[in-house]
């Protein structure tokens, strides 16, 4: 599983080298490094092919007549593309992604379990402090879910 916050920095051509242990979860768990890479609002996510894979299993069952689905869908998707480490372990991250996240040099990779999310060193800063701030919320939202159980609908 992916794990970890690891800063690195890209290089002129807008490279990035995967920390070693990313691409030991990519060898030993999943037996191959190609990835698909794409945008959310606020970083960029990783995902190994057959991640990707069981996730676009799921799209699939989003209704395209409903407005929201088929914009997420546009945004998330539009944007995808696969790629494969090189030798040296460096994923390219294409120019439109790395505009879309403001970075130009220095980013930060977060390992979420099944992907990885690359993330704007100052915007991950932000985003860390507001969920600092509502921690006991979301922690109380979250804990049916961490228990095994499901939460009670109001």
Same mark, same amino acid.
């Given at each position: 599983?992916?794990?970890?916050?690891?800063?690195?920095?890209?290089?002129?051509?807008? +490279?990035?080298?995967?920390p070693?242990?990313?691409?030991?979860?990519?060898? /030993?768990?999943?037996?191959?490094?190609?990835? !698909?890479?794409?945008?959310?609002?606020?970083?960029?996510?990783?995902?190994? /092919?057959?991640?990707?894979?069981?996730?676009?299993?799921?799209?699939?069952?989003?209704?395209?007549?409903?407005?929201?689905?088929?914009?997420?869908?546009?945004?998330?998707?539009?944007?995808?593309?696969?790629?494969?480490p090189?030798?040296?372990? +460096? !994923?390219?991250?294409?120019?439109?992604?790395?505009?879309?996240?403001? /970075?130009?040099?220095? /980013?930060?990779?977060?390992?979420?379990?099944?992907?990885?999310?690359?993330?704007?060193?100052?915007?991950?800063?932000? +985003?860390?402090?507001?969920?600092?701030?509502?921690?006991?919320?979301i922690?109380?939202?979250?804990?049916?879910?961490?228990?095994?159980?499901?939460?009670?609908?109001?």
């Amino acid at each position: 599983m992916f794990r970890g916050k690891f800063k690195h920095n890209l290089d002129e051509k807008g +490279r990035l080298s995967l920390p070693s242990k990313f691409r030991e979860v990519l060898r /030993v768990r999943y037996g191959t490094e190609t990835l !698909i890479i794409t945008n959310m609002p606020e970083c960029l996510v990783v995902y190994p /092919v057959s991640e990707w894979k069981k996730l676009e299993e799921r799209l699939l069952n989003l209704p395209f007549g409903m407005r929201e689905a088929r914009e997420f869908l546009r945004y998330f998707l539009g944007s995808a593309e696969e790629c494969e480490p090189d030798k040296q372990g +460096r !994923i390219l991250i294409p120019q439109t992604l790395r505009e879309e996240i403001q /970075v130009e040099r220095e /980013v930060v990779l977060l390992g979420m379990l099944t992907y990885f999310e690359i993330w704007n060193p100052k915007a991950l800063f932000e +985003r860390f402090e507001k969920i600092k701030s509502n921690f006991d919320d979301i922690l109380q939202v979250l804990n049916p879910y961490l228990e095994g159980g499901r939460p009670v609908s109001s």
